[in-house]
């Protein structure tokens, strides 16, 4: 039976891991000569490198990048409210907010509701904003002519 690896295991070519960050080839040489990218050489004598270096390095920038504040946005319901209820799966999350007389419940991803570091009693500002509005007429107290 043939063995094969994972894909934590898979080797890419420099031109790819490249690609695979946003940069240049040449980056990714400068990365392995100071050590911020560990290469390897092929068989070939090729410069490659491992999946998995290049995962860790896409995760240290993603939660070492800043994210320049909003200024300004085009939502205009902003309900101001307290967290009341988490439900968190591997995958998923709904967090319920009381926003004065409102409740509202928002679907999140759990990496969201992780790195947010989110839990029960903090404050939050929900911001809704919808393609689409259902107008209802609740049933009159007395009967419409």
Do not use: C, Y
Not at 83 to 110: K, Q
């Amino acid at each position: 039976m043939e063995k094969h690896a994972s894909n934590r295991d898979a080797i890419l070519r420099v031109g790819q891991a490249a690609e695979m960050l946003g940069v240049s080839i040449e980056t990714i040489r400068r990365w392995g000569d100071d050590g911020t990218l560990r290469l390897e050489r092929s068989a070939g004598g090729q410069r490659v490198v491992a999946i998995a270096e290049v995962s860790r390095l896409l995760e240290e920038r993603r939660r070492s990048k800043v994210d320049r504040p909003i200024v300004a946005q085009s939502a205009r319901n902003r309900f101001p409210g307290v967290i009341t209820r988490i439900e968190r799966d591997t995958v998923a999350a709904v967090v319920e907010v009381m926003a004065g007389p409102h409740r509202l419940v928002s679907m999140l991803t759990a990496e969201a509701v992780i790195e947010l570091g989110l839990k029960v009693g903090d404050e939050v500002v929900g911001v809704v904003k919808s393609t689409n509005v259902i107008i209802e007429i609740p049933s009159a107290k007395e009967p419409r002519e």
